[in-house]
């Protein structure tokens, strides 16, 4: 059975900083990445690393700020949060693809200003 276990989430001021972890198990993926959704707003994406070529992808919104890594051994993809700002709010979900999509039941980052 595949599970997603997401944690790091908390209460950080603007400008602060967080780093999420997201431990996989169940089977290895192709790629794995972050969502988040704010209250009211819709799931978007926020970044994403390809476990075949080690490529990265992120949102307009947060390159520059955020890093995602990976530690294949421990099938665990890592979200660092730098420069944070309260629009960064969120519950923020892991997500795994190898063909079949799965998720997290996400964490939730608090920025205050």
């Known amino acids: 059975q595949v599970q997603l276990v997401e944690s790091g989430g908390g209460l950080v001021q603007a400008g602060g900083s967080l780093r999420l972890s997201c431990a996989a198990s169940?089977?290895?993926?192709?790629?794995m990445g972050w969502f988040r959704q704010a209250p009211g707003k819709e799931r978007e994406f926020v970044a994403t690393i390809s476990y075949t070529t080690g490529s990265t992808y992120y949102a307009d919104s947060v390159k520059g700020r955020f890093t995602i890594s990976s530690d294949n051994a421990k099938n665990t993809v890592y979200l660092q949060m730098n420069s944070l700002k309260p629009e960064d709010t969120a519950v923020y979900y892991c997500?795994?693809?190898?063909?079949?999509?799965?998720w997290g039941k996400g964490t939730l980052v608090t920025v205050s200003s």
């Open positions: 997500n795994a693809n190898r063909g079949i999509s799965y």
């Open positions: 169940g089977r290895t993926f192709s790629s």
